[in-house]
């Protein structure tokens, strides 16, 4: 392609043409001179009987879009994504324009890392690189002519387990909360559907979509659904990927719907690990651990009272690993564990060690760590 456009690079082709090459495709030699010829060339596959019956969705108007899209290596474009498929040949491929976008097939698809007319470069999605999944057949619902129409036929067939972040988000490597025990707690299929309804899934069933749950998306048609991946951890599919984002962690399905927007916790693991423990108590798989009662005075503030109850909560939650361990509790997290604004959540926590019911315990990197009063460390100054 001519750098920077989406038009081919009719120069350095024989006849100035592409379409001859629907039927024969390049080789190796011819695209290694194109790119001496012009270091800065953009590159595109040309769908349909050129690469073996590729087929791309692309997808424009996400808003408009409730097909399936299991893992098949997927392009980031600036308007969307374009998930590259294979059709078998015998499916009579019927090209046309979708409110949401297009299938290309025949047709020229730009591919990374190609430079788009905005200045952005084409991607790849995360994880789904050409390197990472295998070209998934087309599901049917795409060729009503040749499917059953249904959007969900391609979850019956068996789900391919494929390489997926569970295993980098760190679910699975939280160091001193979780550990192995959160992640086989997540790969078992029972546990999951106990967890799910608390999330606002009543979906029953792996692969089967149902509408996302994600805070913000409200998508009239299902976008969601569970899907296990090949560390055997089930992770929650946000098909329309609104926020960029295809795979989320159960944990950050909760931790969304607690902050009021998706968050990406894979890089603080563990902040992950806690909202994976939370939402196994909340889903009474998980007993919360004793935590010592506390009697605030009748005069303490309701911001106190909140952030107190949430701090037992969160080392009720935190102490099923590390019974009696400090822990962290920022204005920031305090906020959206507690369900109080900032300011109330800090206004909580300085009172509460004033009156040394938090008792500051030492720092670990910068992040003050707290005891609670009546723990093995903690005192508490009124009932002394
Ligand atoms: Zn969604």
């Not at 295993?167 to 078992?188: F, H, K, N, Q, W």
């Not at 500051?360 to 002394?384: E, M, N, V, Y």
Request: aromatic share 10%; charged share 20%.
């Amino acid at each position: 392609m001519k750098p920077g456009t989406k038009h081919p690079y009719t120069k350095l082709l024989t006849n100035g043409s592409w379409t001859a090459r629907r039927d024969k495709p390049t080789n190796e030699r011819e695209i290694r001179d194109w790119f001496a010829r012009d270091p800065n060339c953009g590159v595109a596959v040309i769908t349909g009987k050129a690469s073996g019956n590729l087929i791309a969705v692309d997808v424009d108007y996400s808003e408009n879009f409730s097909l399936p899209v299991p893992p098949s290596p997927q392009v980031i474009t600036p308007r969307g994504f374009r998930s590259f498929y294979q059709v078998t040949g015998s499916e009579r491929v019927r090209v046309k324009k979708f409110d949401w976008g297009d299938l290309l097939y025949g047709q020229l698809a730009i591919l990374p890392p190609s430079i788009h007319p905005n200045g952005e470069r084409y991607t790849w999605s995360d994880f789904l690189t050409p390197l990472q999944v295998e070209i998934d057949d087309l599901p049917h619902a795409y060729l009503p002519d040749v499917g059953t129409g249904s959007s969900d036929t391609w979850t019956r067939k068996q789900v391919r387990e494929y390489s997926l972040l569970a295993s980098r988000s760190g679910v699975c490597e939280t160091g001193t909360i979780t550990g192995d025990a959160l992640r086989s707690l997540y790969s078992t299929e029972e546990i999951v559907w106990k967890v799910a309804p608390v999330l606002g899934i009543k979906e029953r069933r792996l692969g089967h979509a149902f509408c996302c749950v994600l805070p913000g998306h409200q998508e009239k048609n299902p976008s969601g659904s569970l899907y296990r991946g090949d560390n055997g951890v089930i992770v929650y599919h946000d098909f329309h990927r609104r926020e960029g984002v295809e795979f989320y962690t159960l944990a950050e399905v909760r931790a969304a719907q607690a902050y009021g927007h998706t968050v990406r916790l894979r890089d603080r693991r563990p902040e992950l690990a806690v909202w994976g423990i939370r939402l196994l108590v909340e889903a009474r798989v998980l007993p919360l651990a004793p935590v010592p009662e506390v009697q605030l005075p009748g005069d303490a503030p309701w911001s106190a009272q909140m952030v107190c109850e949430g701090f037992r909560f969160l080392l009720g939650c935190k102490w099923i690993h590390t019974p009696g361990d400090p822990s962290p509790f920022s204005w920031r997290f305090a906020s959206v564990w507690c369900g109080v604004s900032q300011k109330q959540a800090g206004k909580g926590i300085q009172w509460l060690i004033r009156n040394r019911v938090l008792i500051p315990a030492g720092k670990h990197l910068r992040t003050t760590l707290f005891h609670i009063a009546g723990s093995a460390d903690g005192q508490c100054s009124w009932s002394a």
